[in-house]
């Protein structure tokens, strides 16, 4: 019985054995190209103005900036008054580095046919602009207490020194952007909006403190959301809004979008 | 031999009195290695209280356009010299900044003429805080408060955007 159970237990062993062992010769194979699909790219400081300092991992200290730079993963970059820098992280992706920001560059890869970016803004502002390119480029913009995420399209983010959050200005209306700020929901989480255009922006959310906010050509929440209709029972044409596409699609347009949120506009049966 | 002894010292002393008065004079001039470029810029940043010559430096910077490396001395004598700073304060390099001493050299860097009573009484640092408010150059506070290091970074960036657009519109969009 004793010689059973010990033949049972080896036999059990040999069983489980491979399961406890390390990764086979094709496991081992397949983990390098895993890696090697995640390629690091260097930015390049391809202009800047004024008093730019940079520092990069192997350097002690701050540096002056010089043109054709390359900053890789870990860079920090700082302008002074009047001092601008621009990075070209892609042949797609630019970055300008407004005066006087403080900016790192936490990471920069590219992960098979797409680009992903970080940025770490300390304080200051930077402008992105994303066109379209043969990666798919994914960038992450962090301030202190928020993350802006875009995917295409140009704007600024902007991170002031005392608040700690940051605001985003959009300048085209194509892409995504996601920005979330550690705070209270506004109450348009997840909401689809549209700018002043007519053009849909896909996935756009805010999480923000009272000092986020994201602005469409110049309007802030309130005169987006709830502005916007204060004082329209005095307004002899009060449909003569260009923001809500769905309201100015003409009388004989299908509403798609919300019709029974508001009342149909004059003209309509 | 006790004589002999204090003859030798006092002979030692009077040689090195030269060398010791040399040193005392020489003390003075090893001063602290003089900040360039953008580093002032993450050291203001890091302050709790931003200090008359943190706020001087970057007030002419602004003025300027360009950055100044130039010791306090000389950067006060350029800010009086266009009135942006008042010699009656008597403010030192260290001395702590309050929201209306910055105020008043924002207002008057940016040549900001401020309203009726402003331009019927003249500027002081109570009015140009109260402009400084109503334009958000500055964010909030009186007049006899502190400023932090990371408030001046945020008052210098909307004083220079202030300078180039007449507003500060832009930095709140």
Redesign the interface.
């Given at each position: 019985m004793m010689r059973t159970t010990t033949v049972l237990i080896l036999m059990a062993m040999t069983a489980l054995a491979p399961a406890f062992a390390g990764p086979s010769a094709g496991e081992q194979e397949k983990q390098p190209d895993a890696a090697a699909k995640r390629e690091e790219l260097e930015a390049t400081l391809v202009d800047f103005k004024?008093?730019?300092?940079v520092k990069r991992p192997e350097d002690k200290d701050?540096v002056?900036a010089a043109r054709n730079m390359k900053l890789k993963k870990g860079s920090e970059l700082?302008?002074?008054?009047?001092?601008t820098a621009s990075l070209l992280l892609t042949g797609n992706v630019k970055i300008d580095v407004k005066?006087?920001t403080?900016a790192k560059l936490e990471d920069l890869a590219k992960l098979g046919s797409d680009l992903n970016a970080d940025l770490k803004l300390?304080?200051?502002s930077i402008e992105v602009d994303i066109q379209k390119g043969d990666l798919r480029s994914d960038m992450k913009v962090s301030a202190p207490n928020s993350t802006t995420s875009v995917s295409g399209s140009n704007g600024i983010v902007?991170a002031?020194?005392?608040e700690g959050g940051c605001?985003v200005?959009l300048r085209t209306t194509t892409g995504t952007w996601r920005h979330d700020a550690a705070g209270v929901d506004r109450g348009i989480f997840g909401a689809d909006v549209a700018d002043n255009h007519g053009n849909q922006l896909r996935d756009f959310r805010v999480l923000a403190e009272s000092h986020d906010f994201i602005?469409f050509f110049?309007r802030?929440r309130d005169e987006l959301y709830e502005g916007r209709f204060a004082g329209k029972a005095a307004d002899p044409n009060p449909w003569s809004v260009p923001f809500f596409e769905y309201a100015n699609q003409g009388p004989t347009s299908a509403r798609v979008k919300r019709a029974s949120a508001l009342p149909l506009p004059p003209g309509i049966p | 031999m006790n004589r002999f002894r204090l003859a030798v010292l006092a002979a030692a002393l009077a040689t090195a009195l030269p060398l010791f008065a040399l040193q005392d004079k020489e003390a003075p001039k090893q001063e602290k290695p003089k900040e360039s470029r953008t580093a002032y810029l993450r050291r203001i940043f890091e302050k709790d209280r931003a200090s008359y010559g943190d706020a001087c430096r970057a007030v002419l910077s602004v003025i300027k356009n360009d950055h100044s490396d130039a010791d306090h001395a000389a950067i006060v004598g350029d800010l009086g010299g266009r009135g942006v700073v008042n010699a009656d304060w008597g403010l030192q390099e260290s001395s702590l900044l309050t929201k209306g001493t910055l105020a008043y050299m924002v207002c008057q860097a940016l040549e900001i003429k401020g309203g009726v009573t402003m331009r019927l009484f003249g500027i002081n640092r109570r009015y140009a805080l109260r402009e400084c408010l109503h334009r958000r150059l500055i964010a909030s506070g009186t007049t006899d408060e502190y400023v932090t290091g990371r408030e001046l970074i945020d008052v210098i960036t909307n004083a220079t955007i202030h300078k180039e657009q007449g507003h500060t519109d832009s930095q709140y969009k």
């Open positions: 004024g008093t730019v300092d701050w002056a700082c302008t002074s008054v009047a001092s005066p006087l403080q300390k304080f200051g902007r002031p020194a005392t605001r200005t602005d110049g802030n | -």
